[in-house]
């Protein structure tokens, strides 16, 4: 039958302290004055590269290496720690909706049974983020399920659409919300009555994560639930133009909006008898907004009402709390991660991050599970985020206090393995601040310097890799690679992730050495992380997880 024990490695001792630093948004691309990584001093990353080439390298980041649907997928910090922390290449969400709307199997399931209920009486809801940036939804999709809900007999439907600018260019908003509103007016020509009733930007309205802030969630819950906000329009185009020409508003950030009718009244609040369907398929951004839509005890901030809904999930964001309780399609079965197996091995793990990124190590490394598996082995510590500023604005972020806390982890002796995701690249290359960015990699540097000199002194070994690129390309390319113009003639700045692989460097006083990575898994991606780091640890990888990227020669 089944065990959790792991074989012991021929190889590879036990009981070395293994360092795992994960730089987000750190990918790997030509050197020129938009790859920040490059600009920037990162004198202990540049280092890892050159110092031994048998222990640097390249792992695919993005596309079907992490399970997205293709190639033209860009690589986002879901798939990327899921894939690091799971050992293998699961079908992600953005797939799984992919072929439940293709076979029409999403209509088949019981979360779709669940929300179908309200169609004759009620309004159905829709809430998610509207792009086709495919990290936490995608246009598409939205459009199908708009035909598809109408078909199976939604009468009413209420769009509350949340704009990106971050996964996507900053300013295609308008575009997104303009094709909408063509569908929506198709639908409405064949007598569903069908509206935008609410908006907002992301990252100021409801897609928080990680509890950082709820002020955001509550902005949304307010606009979207109650039809009150600061701004009121009669249609999307034009709120979302308008509350642009503010230039401190941008995508990311637009403030919540209303659609009105002609007497002033919100078009589309969520009442009584109402179904709301959040089109999001990734977790990390929806587990707040869920928590409010679907719990009847909540104090953390006042809803005011609690309407009766019936409320599905585009998937289930979180299997341990089963939140949402209904969804639509069935998220991926990430089981058996690496993280579960080394704690059923006796391996004691400690994982650390800030705030904005601390479920990635956590949440997402462990198969989207909030959680320990066994405390006593394991502690994950939060460093607490700044809130309600962007990130270019203090672009060194809390790397120096994870890095620390790292470093007193490995220090101690108390435990095998120290994982820690440092946000900088990602989180700054996000604002499209490109100076700011600069700062941020080389911030970012120097924390992994910290950690690199803990492993040092305590003779252990590193594993320093990147979940996918972001800060190494900051414009907008042609397929020839040449910046991208705007009409003003300034460059396209690009605010979202890349398609750049990202590197791996292996390294430590611990690490025997004959260790080095092996020539013949060239196209390894961040799914053959795990196997690589169990053996570090000692153990050989369950024959299922993709190859080792590490072997042993004797020299
Ligand atoms: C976000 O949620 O901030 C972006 O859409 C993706 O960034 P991440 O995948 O690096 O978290
Ligand atoms: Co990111």
């Given at each position: 039958?089944?065990?959790?024990?792991l074989?012991d490695?021929?190889?590879?001792?036990?009981?070395?302290?293994i360092?795992?630093?994960?730089?987000?948004?750190?990918?790997?691309?030509?050197?020129d004055?938009?790859?920040?990584?490059?600009?920037?001093?990162?004198?202990?990353?540049?280092?890892?590269?050159?110092?031994a080439p048998?222990?640097?390298?390249?792992?695919?980041?993005?596309?079907?290496?992490?399970?997205?649907?293709?190639?033209?997928?860009?690589?986002?910090?879901?798939?990327g720690?899921?894939a690091?922390?799971?050992?293998?290449?699961?079908?992600?969400?953005?797939?799984?909706?992919d072929?439940?709307?293709?076979?029409?199997?999403?209509?088949?399931?019981?979360?779709f049974?669940?929300?179908k209920?309200?169609?004759?009486a009620?309004?159905l809801?829709?809430?998610?983020?509207l792009?086709?940036?495919?990290?936490?939804?995608?246009?598409?999709?939205?459009?199908?399920?708009?035909?598809g809900?109408s078909?199976?007999?939604?009468?009413?439907?209420r769009?509350?659409?949340?704009t990106?600018g971050?996964?996507v260019?900053?300013?295609?908003?308008?575009?997104?919300?303009?094709?909408?509103?063509?569908?929506?007016?198709?639908l409405?020509?064949?007598?569903?009555?069908?509206?935008?009733?609410?908006?907002?930007?992301r990252?100021?309205v409801?897609m928080?994560?990680?509890?950082?802030d709820?002020?955001?969630?509550?902005?949304g819950?307010?606009?979207?639930?109650l039809?009150?906000a600061?701004?009121?329009?009669r249609?999307?185009?034009?709120?979302?133009?308008?509350l642009r020409?503010?230039?401190?508003?941008?995508?990311?950030?637009l403030?919540?909006?209303?659609?009105?009718?002609?007497?002033?009244?919100?078009?589309?609040?969520?009442v009584?008898?109402?179904?709301?369907?959040t089109?999001?398929?990734?977790?990390?951004?929806?587990?707040?907004?869920?928590?409010a839509?679907e719990?009847?005890?909540?104090?953390?901030?006042d809803?005011?009402?609690?309407p009766k809904i019936?409320?599905?999930?585009?998937l289930?964001?979180?299997?341990?709390?089963?939140l949402p309780?209904?969804?639509?399609?069935?998220?991926?079965?990430?089981?058996?991660?690496?993280?579960?197996?080394?704690?059923?091995?006796?391996v004691?793990t400690?994982?650390?991050?800030?705030?904005?990124?601390?479920?990635?190590v956590?949440?997402?490394?462990n198969?989207?599970?909030?959680?320990?598996?066994?405390?006593?082995l394991?502690?994950y510590?939060?460093?607490?985020?700044?809130?309600?500023?962007?990130?270019?604005?203090e672009?060194?972020?809390?790397?120096?206090?994870?890095?620390?806390?790292?470093?007193?982890?490995i220090?101690?002796?108390?435990?095998?393995?120290?994982?820690?995701?440092?946000?900088?690249?990602?989180?700054?290359?996000?604002?499209?601040?490109i100076?700011?960015?600069?700062?941020?990699?080389?911030?970012?540097?120097?924390?992994?310097?910290?950690?690199?000199?803990?492993?040092?002194?305590?003779?252990?070994?590193?594993?320093?890799t990147a979940?996918?690129?972001?800060?190494?390309?900051?414009?907008?390319?042609?397929?020839?690679?040449?910046?991208?113009?705007?009409?003003?003639g300034?460059?396209?700045?690009?605010?979202?992730?890349?398609?750049?692989?990202?590197?791996?460097?292996?390294?430590?006083?611990?690490?025997?050495?004959?260790?080095?990575?092996?020539?013949?898994?060239?196209?390894?991606?961040?799914?053959?992380?795990?196997?690589t780091?169990?053996?570090?640890?000692?153990?050989?990888?369950?024959?299922?997880?993709?190859?080792?990227?590490?072997?042993?020669?004797?020299?």
């Open positions: 039958g089944f065990s959790w024990k074989e490695h021929p190889k590879f001792p036990k009981g070395k302290t360092g795992l630093v994960v730089l987000d948004g750190w990918g790997e691309a030509n050197p004055k938009y790859n920040c990584i490059h600009v920037a001093e990162t004198p202990t990353m540049d280092s890892l590269k050159t110092g048998d222990r640097w390298r390249l792992v695919r980041a993005h596309g079907k290496a992490v399970g997205l649907p293709t190639e033209d997928d860009m690589g986002n910090s879901e798939v720690h899921n690091l922390g799971a050992g293998r290449i699961f079908a992600q969400g953005a797939k799984l909706v072929l439940a709307l293709a076979s029409g199997k999403i209509y088949e399931g019981e979360g049974e669940y929300i209920e309200c169609f004759d009620g309004t809801h829709l809430i998610g983020l792009s086709d940036g495919g990290v936490h939804s995608r246009l598409d999709q939205l459009q199908l399920l708009l035909k809900v078909e199976r007999g939604a009468k009413r439907i769009v509350h659409v949340l990106d971050r996964d260019l900053d300013g295609s908003s308008v575009g997104f919300v303009e094709t909408l509103e063509n569908d929506l007016a198709n409405r020509a064949k007598g569903v009555d069908a509206q935008i009733a609410s908006g907002g930007g990252m100021y409801t928080d994560r990680y509890e950082n709820w002020g955001v969630v509550k902005r819950w307010d606009a979207q639930v039809g009150e600061p701004y009121k329009f249609n999307a185009v034009e709120a979302v133009k308008k020409e503010d230039p401190k508003n941008n995508d990311q950030y403030p919540p909006f209303v659609i009105v009718d002609e007497g002033g009244k919100a078009v589309g609040p969520i009584d008898g109402d179904a709301v369907v089109f999001n398929f990734r977790a990390d951004r929806m587990v707040m907004i869920a928590k839509l719990y009847e005890n909540f104090d953390i901030f809803r005011v009402r609690f019936r409320y599905a999930g585009m289930q964001y979180d299997g341990e709390l089963k309780s209904k969804y639509l399609v069935s998220p991926p079965e990430i089981d058996r991660t690496s993280g579960e197996y080394l704690v059923h091995n006796g004691r400690f994982a650390c991050s800030e705030t904005v990124k601390f479920g990635h956590t949440f997402f490394w198969g989207n599970r909030s959680g320990y598996f066994n405390s006593s394991e502690e510590v939060e460093i607490p985020s700044d809130s309600g500023i962007t990130f270019n604005v672009p060194k972020m809390k790397a120096l206090e994870i890095a620390e806390k790292a470093r007193d982890a220090l101690s002796r108390k435990f095998d393995q120290v994982r820690v995701n440092l946000p900088n690249g990602d989180m700054v290359g996000h604002t499209g601040d100076n700011a960015t600069v700062v941020a990699c080389k911030a970012a540097d120097e924390a992994v310097k910290i950690i690199l000199d803990a492993i040092e002194q305590v003779g252990g070994i590193y594993v320093v979940d996918h690129g972001n800060a190494e390309d900051m414009v907008k390319r042609n397929k020839s690679g040449q910046p991208l113009l705007d009409k003003n300034n460059i396209q700045v690009l605010t979202s992730h890349t398609l750049q692989p990202v590197p791996i460097a292996i390294g430590g006083p611990g690490l025997a050495p004959g260790v080095r990575f092996r020539k013949d898994v060239p196209d390894g991606g961040l799914a053959n992380v795990a196997a780091v169990m053996n570090l640890h000692g153990f050989v990888a369950p024959s299922d997880y993709e190859a080792t990227l590490i072997e042993v020669v004797d020299n």
